[in-house]
């Protein structure tokens, strides 16, 4: 090496990738949107049985079915209006979708269980597309190579929401009406829907906005691939909801039921460090693999026999949660075409809400039958199946088409 050249060392993880995307205002706009809209939907769902079981005198199981069946619709209705999005585009689908909402949550706190639950779910159908808007605005507003980063931050944004919003709903709830409250945080979204109305952030770069493109059917981007990706998606919140039932037992198994929140709150802010790092990371890492460590790790959590280990193991399974839903959401974005993304993240949030909806009662059937231990186990071992099921097809490559298909319209 030439005398007075030096070379320095390369840093794996570095705040240079946090500063070019939050140099983006688009992008700024974005995570402000995303966190103002996700903020009062995750309250919904608490709120919902807080107000069965003490303004309508209902049973947990009856709020536990309502909640059901407004997952399961938001969840079913992901894909088809996320391709209503792509189709119309953002300032046509919003209007109509808003005013069901208002005109439902209007009515439904101020009615009785059944009424509540029909129009709960009609709501749930026709609901803003959140998670295709905010996903699709934050990929458009970075450069490719930053994109990770975007998406990272994107997450913790999530992860802040569903963390403090329903702790300000069972707050707002203990001292007011929930019939108001529950009003007012449906409101709320219709707000800032019509905020995301007047801005119209972009959903495309300008790139894929004026880039020629191809009509392609379907079946050409709805691959073993992209499957496995929604599959892995799903995987990691039924480790994720499965875990926290195992964390909720294992502390009533030991006295500790008071200590609950704190290890949870531990498990989330893993899943927030974890994703930051990721963020800054100058590469990504596969999906499966991330969620091949998320179950390894909880696997142990079935074994533990204090609250100080338990919580050590849920900080470091956190590491890997954000960062697995991050590497989905990016390695989806680049195997669809652009016109097709809203379709595509709706089947990504499905996935996710799925994997959430199915891991608590496996892992409490498992509890009911072998113990805490037991739902660790179950949830670890079916997140160990997933990745394992996904290793052949990602490592089968990437289609030499990928990412550069338009979608045609036609199934």
Partial sequence: MPRGVSIAP?????????????????????????LLLRAPVFAGGILLTVHTVTTLGGSYAAAGVLVAVVTAATALSGPWRGRLLDRLGLR?????????????????????????????????????????????A??????ERDRRTAISLDTAGFELAFVVAPLVAVWAAAHWSTAWVLFISKMLVVLVGVV??????????????????????RREWFSPRFLVVCLLAFGVTLVLTGSEIG????????????????????????????????GAMPRSLPAHLLLLAIALVTVPMALVSSAWTLGALSFVAGLFIAPAITATVDQLSRMVPAAIRGEAIGWHGSSLAAGGTLGAPLAGMAVDRYGYGGGFAVVALVGVALALVALPVMRAGRPAHEGTLVHSGTG
């Fill in 10 to 34: 390369v840093s794996p993880v570095s705040i240079e990738p946090y500063r070019r995307a939050l140099a983006s205002r688009r992008l700024r706009t974005a995570l402000i949107l995303g």
């Fill in 92 to 136: 046509r689908v919003v209007p109509p979708l808003l005013l069901v909402t208002a005109t439902c949550w209007a009515i439904a706190p101020w009615v009785g269980y059944w009424a509540l639950l029909v129009l709960a779910l009609v709501a749930s159908l026709l609901v803003i597309p959140s998670m295709p808007i905010i996903r699709q």
């Fill in 196 to 217: 995301i109305w007047v801005v119209d952030p972009p959903l495309r770069t300008d790139t894929e906005s004026t880039a020629p493109v191809r009509e392609v059917a």
């Fill in 247 to 278: 964390v909720v037992a294992a502390m009533r198994d030991w006295g500790l039921t008071p200590q609950i929140g704190m290890v949870l709150a531990v498990l989330g802010l893993g899943s927030l460090v974890g994703g930051l790092v990721y």
């Fill in 138 to 143: 934050v990929i458009a507003s970075v450069p």
